[in-house]
């Protein structure tokens, strides 16, 4: 049973980790970069606002190729979703502000990323969204906290995320299930 209950939240842990892939990779396509994180096993825990889906915790093994990788894959889409990408360093990390339209909804978003891409790292990301469907909250808060574990498992391959319950997938196979999807 406990193994249904973490697997009910695991696409929506899913889809905000992508959403946030897509926004970070998005904003690196400027001037400004943020950096690749430190090869190995990545703790990342996002909590969202509102209280309707709990903090979710997700592993992501990774190496320099892979983080760059997701940003090439993710940042054509981005181009396609956003008519604002701006990002900006500061002394204590970075700023990113963007408008996406994804389905028909809006969200204007604000995020700030303090820390370090060798250790441990937050962002903290503001969106006010319309368009959407109905009961969805019109401002959301997001925060992800990512740590640095160590070197990945013996099992584990770079792009392999262990999402809630245990579920294995791989980054890298999802790339290759967007580029076979039928052009529209």
């Keep these: 049973m406990a193994r249904r209950t973490s697997l009910r939240f695991a696409p929506h842990v899913l889809s905000l ?26 703790e990342v825990t ?8 709990p903090s979710q915790t997700v592993q992501h093994c990774t190496d320099a190729t892979t983080d760059k990788d997701m940003g090439g894959t993710f940042a054509p889409m981005a181009k396609d979703m956003c008519s604002k990408q701006d990002m900006q360093k500061t002394s204590t990390g970075f700023i990113i502000d963007s408008t996406c339209t994804i389905s028909g909804m809006t969200s204007v978003t604000h995020a700030e990323i303090i820390g370090d891409f060798n250790s441990a790292y937050t962002m ?36 392999d995320m262990i999402m809630p319950g245990g579920v294995k997938m791989n980054i890298k196979d999802l790339q290759k299930m967007r580029g076979a999807a039928p052009k529209q």
């Excluded at 996002?46 to 889906?53: F, K, L, M, N």
């Design 17 to 42: 980790t992508l959403s946030l892939t897509l926004f970070c990779s998005a904003a690196c396509a400027g001037p400004v970069e943020i950096p690749t994180r430190k090869a190995g096993l990545w």
């Design 46 to 53: 996002i909590t969202r606002s509102g209280g309707r889906i």
């Design 124 to 159: 903290k990301m503001t969106s006010q969204n319309s368009g959407g469907p109905a009961g969805m909250p019109h401002e959301t808060s997001t925060t992800m906290e990512a740590k640095w574990l160590g070197a990945c498992k013996a099992d584990q391959k770079p792009g």
